[in-house]
């Protein structure tokens, strides 16, 4: 095989997403007059960050065979740290952001800690992290909203005479750097031999513990990372922000292609999952689409795409 054709088909899966968003706003263009328009555009490219740095530490927690149910809450957490500290205490935020992002590693790590180290399904520990990082958020912000305002707005609207935020290039940042994390480093080859198999990993003599507890902390960072992008969106720490994003999170990395049994992802192609999945919430509401129809077609869309890479790890192991 040529050189050209090996990258012709290593670039295939990334076309094939990349058509799936065109043929998407070909759609949602026809059905709204509103929808190609440099608003609209510059609108998704602005709702996204949050979601991306979750994406990019989810896609990792799969890659080696786990799963994180938390992200949702340690992102509520971390905003409600920082709306305290900015809001209450008058911490600027580069002061309040560092300790935000720390609670939210912690409990990253804390996941990892007790799944890898007694060997518990990440998904029953990440469950109960999720009620635990739930409630100390209404315990810092006494379950009411703290308006923080200008002096963190910043981060998430546009930049003078460009049409995305600084949130945005932090999030595309952060996927190149996952990206290069998982294909250009030892790390990220033992992360896809781990979730490939996990047994043969250990057999080599690689001490596998410490890079799954390090991925969970680093997907803990990213939920800080994604807090700080919310809370700049929304002006204000919400205790109740983000319920539900982990299935987003979810969704987007196996549209992706990121398989759920682990050893195979991919971060750029997550974030086309990103993409895709706000391209279809902004298009169903201008259409006029009902919140529980969007539910609907929201849920409608990762089954089908759990079903796509069950029937392609079955593919694969015949």
Not at 136 to 157: L, M, P
Not at 244 to 270: F, H, K, P
Request: glycine letters at 12%; aromatic letters at 6%.
């Amino acid at each position: 095989m040529s050189r050209w054709q090996d990258s012709c088909r290593k670039m295939a899966p990334h076309l094939g997403l990349v058509a799936v968003l065109l043929v998407l706003v070909a759609i949602f263009s026809l059905l709204s007059k509103n929808f190609f328009q440099w608003s609209t555009l510059v609108s998704i490219a602005n709702q996204v960050p949050d979601l991306t740095f979750l994406v990019v530490g989810m896609t990792l927690v799969l890659i080696i065979g786990g799963i994180d149910l938390s992200v949702g809450s340690l992102l509520a957490v971390s905003s409600a740290v920082l709306g305290v500290l900015m809001a209450t205490y008058d911490w600027s935020i580069w002061a309040a952001l560092p300790v935000a992002v720390l609670v939210a590693s912690i409990g990253g790590g804390l996941n990892g800690a007790i799944s890898i180290g007694f060997g518990i399904p990440s998904f029953i520990v990440t469950l109960g992290m999720l009620e635990i990082a739930r409630g100390a958020t209404k315990v810092v912000t006494d379950s009411q909203s703290i308006y923080i305002g200008s002096r963190i707005e910043w981060f998430g609207q546009p930049l003078p005479g460009a049409f995305v935020s600084p949130a945005f290039m932090a999030a595309i940042g952060t996927v190149i750097l996952g990206q290069l994390f998982l294909t250009r480093t030892v790390w990220g080859r033992y992360c896809i031999a781990i979730g490939t198999n996990a047994e043969a990993v250990r057999m080599s003599g690689i001490r596998s513990a410490p890079l799954c507890i390090g991925i969970f902390a680093l997907s803990g960072m990213m939920c800080g990372l994604a807090g700080l992008a919310q809370t700049s969106r929304l002006s204000t720490a919400d205790p109740n922000a983000a319920i539900g994003i982990e299935l987003a999170a979810i969704a987007a990395c196996v549209i992706g292609g990121t398989s759920l049994m682990g050893g195979r992802g991919n971060v750029v192609r997550s974030f086309i999952g990103v993409l895709i999945i706000q391209v279809l919430q902004t298009g169903l509401a201008q259409v006029g689409v009902s919140d529980a129809s969007k539910q609907i077609i929201t849920g409608v869309v990762i089954v089908v795409a759990v079903l796509l890479d069950a029937l392609r790890t079955r593919w694969d192991k015949s």
